[in-house]
């Protein structure tokens, strides 16, 4: 068996979640936030080979673009050898076992492991498996391991003007301790590897409370009723559990043992079990709707939350407004017209978005936004940064009017097209 230290974690997590990926790895979702992902952790695992100074990057390619295991596995021996301080992606195998060290770094009698995420917490049980497995390896291979270290984003950092201080920027976490309780389980996580994958056969496994966010519960949850119990609106994923296990299912199975109470809850089962259609509360909308005044503006913004900060003054993850779509009519019965803001790329967008949205939309007129938290909260950030349009800003994010309401009250409800028009 070859097992790489994502396989490892992989069945660390859920064994089937391992077997899903090997034998259908179609079923794996692979959406642009998961490779946004990818490239924030490149970016981030880059930068982190310059925390203790110069380093050697080990990494090698074969000719079709695969990493060349054996070969980083020798310049791995070669640069240890050496006495190089600090090795990128250090590569070790033991008897089909492979983990690339993102950062191994020489110490006094021995070698210390460096992970590094692109995440802000550097305590999650999966990281732990993780370097635990990789100390596992590394110790089998005849490494002496003086130190396990997780390096994560600190998020109190903030860019000054003088440019990304990158010691400042990563928090170092020493699971040293937690590495070493660890060892003890490797070997069973190895052994459930080897039965699961090593087998064509799916694992029957029952669904739990982590198997709703997980993203393999498309595939996993495909015997069941759509919809089901899962699709409920806000109901606790310890009740979904719950009712799933007493065999309380679809709609049907849970109108017949009367266990939901919450209105919304029933009417999102009632519609749907007798077709009722749309659902509305006509008085709550019209008072709604009577708040809504000409000239009416229509907001929508777009941010990214680079990892690695770019705007001085911001922190990792910071949210950066750099684009937002404005409609507008200004009479009633008058034509929808359209007005839009996109930032340079490579720029820090702040004072243009800003000065484009005073430019935009008058102070004194009625704007609405979906889910308006959002934008209000943006603006009040430019409003903060930028004074001398802080009166503007600040009217603009008074004016909004949430066209989520209506819906997240329940005032308006239909069952097409995915019966989940609930927000
Ligand atoms: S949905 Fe549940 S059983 Fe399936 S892979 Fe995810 S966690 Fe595992």
């Not at 079709?64 to 070669?78: A, S, Y």
């Not at 692109?118 to 049980?125: K, Y």
């Not at 040293?176 to 799916?202: C, D, I, K, M, Y």
């Not at 309380?248 to 077709?275: C, E, H, P, W």
Request: net charge negative; aromatic share 12%.
């Amino acid at each position: 068996m070859y097992l790489s230290k994502s396989i490892y974690v992989r069945v660390w997590s859920c064994p089937k979640g391992a077997w899903i990926s090997k034998y259908y790895p179609e079923a794996v979702p692979q959406d642009e936030g998961k490779m946004n992902r990818f490239r924030t952790g490149d970016e981030v695992g880059d930068l982190a080979r310059g925390l203790f100074g110069p380093s050697v990057n080990v990494t090698a390619y074969m000719e079709d673009g695969k990493l060349d295991l054996p070969r980083m596995i020798r310049n791995t021996e070669e640069e240890m050898a050496r006495g190089t301080e600090v090795i990128c992606e250090a590569a070790f195998s033991y008897e089909g076992l492979y983990c690339a060290v993102d950062l191994l770094r020489k110490e006094k009698g021995g070698w210390a492991i460096y992970e590094v995420k692109s995440s802000s917490d550097g305590l999650q049980d999966k990281y732990i498996a993780d370097v635990s497995y990789q100390k596992y390896v590394l110790e089998h291979c005849g490494v002496k391991v003086t130190g396990v270290y997780l390096v994560c984003i600190d998020t109190d950092y903030v860019l000054g003007p003088e440019g990304l201080d990158v010691r400042s920027f990563f928090r170092i976490n020493d699971l040293g301790e937690q590495a070493a309780a660890e060892q003890a389980t490797v070997p069973g996580v190895l052994e459930t590897a080897e039965r699961v994958l090593s087998s064509e056969e799916e694992p029957q496994t029952e669904l739990s409370e982590e198997c709703k966010g997980c993203e393999l519960f498309p595939w996993c949850g495909r015997h069941l009723p759509s919809p089901s119990v899962f699709d409920l609106y806000r109901l606790q994923k310890k009740k979904m559990i719950e009712y799933y296990r007493q065999g309380l299912v679809s709609y049907a199975d849970l109108d017949k043992a009367g266990v939901i109470r919450n209105a919304t809850q029933k009417r999102q089962m009632d519609y749907f079990l007798n077709d009722l259609g749309t659902y509305t509360e006509p008085e709550k909308i019209r008072k709604f709707l009577g708040q809504l005044t000409y000239p009416l503006y229509f907001l929508d913004f777009e941010t990214m939350m680079p990892a690695v900060p770019f705007c001085v003054g911001t922190h990792p993850f910071a949210q950066i407004p750099f684009q937002y779509s404005l409609h507008y009519i200004e009479h009633e019965g008058w034509e929808l017209k359209h007005r839009e803001f996109l930032a340079e790329s490579g720029t820090d967008p702040r004072r243009a978005i800003a000065e484009a949205l005073c430019r935009d939309i008058p102070a004194d007129v009625c704007v609405t936004a979906y889910n308006k938290r959002f934008e209000c909260g943006r603006i009040h950030e430019l409003a903060e940064i930028f004074p001398d349009l802080a009166d503007h800003l600040l009217a603009i994010e008074g004016n909004i009017v949430d066209l989520l309401e209506p819906f997240q009250k329940g005032w308006y409800y239909n069952t097409e097209p995915t019966n989940l028009t609930y927000i």
